[in-house]
């Protein structure tokens, strides 16, 4: 079975810093690129950050860019993404997913997601 | 960036009926154009890509069209489980962006 499983959400303060893990079981991760996708609350989906599969490439938002790292060990079938200099807007579910390309793909499979919420 | 519209943002249609859902794109995607369906408290789940072509597992009562800048998602028999938001988006261009999204509920 295909599975990817987020942790590492949670409640962090304004200029707090959190790290997300995305687990990979089920596919050949080491193949895959691999991105973050966020929600906010009641709102759409944005894309956050892409790595391709041996980590040549990297991409980020505008909105995260210098605040945000994304990695991945393949060794370990996991992903990563280190959050820094955290903002209110920041606050959403944060969804890992797989693609076949980066810059840009279709994403496929999903995570269940983790929530970080940055708030005083 | 390329700006991503659906609409409407809601739509009612009764079980057994067709829903159309449609997707613009600010500029020509061409046919780089994915759906995801979105249920309460879960996952995107990837429906369409290239536009027309249905991921692994997705039954065939959905369908995709279009390319270029105008496209639609049609169910052509609404069942109890397709009620949900559905988002589309194009992966043409950096950075890949998405619709605000269509919320298909019952009438």
């Known amino acids: 079975e295909v599975q990817l499983v987020e942790s590492g959400g949670g409640l962090v303060k304004p200029g707090g810093s959190l790290r997300l893990s995305c687990a990979a079981s089920?596919?050949?991760?080491?193949?895959?690129?691999m991105n973050w996708v966020r929600q906010a609350p009641g709102k759409g989906l944005e894309w956050v950050s892409s790595i391709s599969s041996r980590s040549s490439y990297i991409f980020y938002a505008d909105s995260v860019q210098g605040r945000f790292t994304i990695s991945r060990d393949n060794a370990k079938n996991s992903l990563y993404l280190q959050m820094n200099s955290l903002r209110a807007e920041d606050t959403a579910v944060y969804y890992c997913?797989?693609?076949?390309?980066?810059?840009?793909?279709?994403?496929?499979?999903w995570g269940q997601g983790t929530l970080v919420t940055v708030s005083s | 960036e390329i700006v991503m519209t659906q609409s409407p943002a809601t739509l009612s249609v009764s079980p057994g009926e067709r829903a159309t859902l449609s997707c613009r794109a600010s500029q020509s995607v061409s046919s780089n154009l994915a759906w995801y369906q979105q249920k309460p408290g879960q996952a995107p789940r990837l429906l369409i890509y290239g536009a027309s072509t249905r991921a692994t597992g997705i039954p065939a009562r959905f369908s995709g069209s279009g390319s270029g800048t105008e496209f639609t998602l049609t169910i052509s028999s609404l069942q109890s489980d397709d009620f949900a938001v559905y988002y589309c988006?194009?992966?043409?261009?950096?950075?890949?962006?998405f619709g605000q999204g269509t919320k298909l509920e019952i009438k």
């Open positions: 089920g596919f050949p991760f080491s193949t895959y690129s």
């Open positions: 988006q194009q992966y043409n261009d950096w950075p890949p962006s």
């Open positions: 997913a797989g693609s076949q390309l980066v810059p840009v793909d279709w994403f496929d499979p």
